[in-house]
């Protein structure tokens, strides 16, 4: 079974930036297109960008411009960097593939202050 682990977190005050990334137990990233997620309190989990094994990438119109993805498939990881964040960014964030068909990490908590 794949584990996916996702680190980075933190907390931060709006307008600064973290970088999260997620790494997975075997080299299943390389073959699929991989993604990022998130989940408000209270709110379903929701998309937040892709990344194809080509490197193309998607962003929700919620952060585009502000995130980034990108992928290391020799070390098996994605990352997302995070500027200019919000406090509406605050929530938990996972990695997956896309379609999200592996096991769901732990998350990631991102916490943005006013």
């Known amino acids: 079974q794949v584990q996916l682990v996702e680190s980075g977190g933190g907390l931060v005050q709006a307008g600064g930036s973290l970088r999260l990334s997620c790494a997975a137990s075997?080299?299943?990233?390389?073959?699929?297109?991989m993604g990022w997620y998130r989940q408000a309190p209270g709110k379903q989990r929701e998309f937040v960008a892709r990344?194809?094994?080509?490197?193309?990438?998607n962003y929700a119109d919620s952060v585009k411009g502000r995130f980034t993805i990108s992928r290391d498939n020799a070390r098996n990881t994605v990352n997302l960097q995070m500027n200019s964040l919000e406090p509406e960014d605050t929530a938990v964030y996972y990695c997956?593939?896309?379609?999200?068909?592996?096991?769901w990490g732990q998350g990631t908590q991102v916490t943005v202050s006013s």
């Open positions: 997956n593939a896309v379609p999200s068909f592996l096991t």
């Open positions: 075997t080299t299943i990233f390389k073959f699929n297109v």
């Open positions: 990344i194809s094994t080509g490197g193309g990438t």
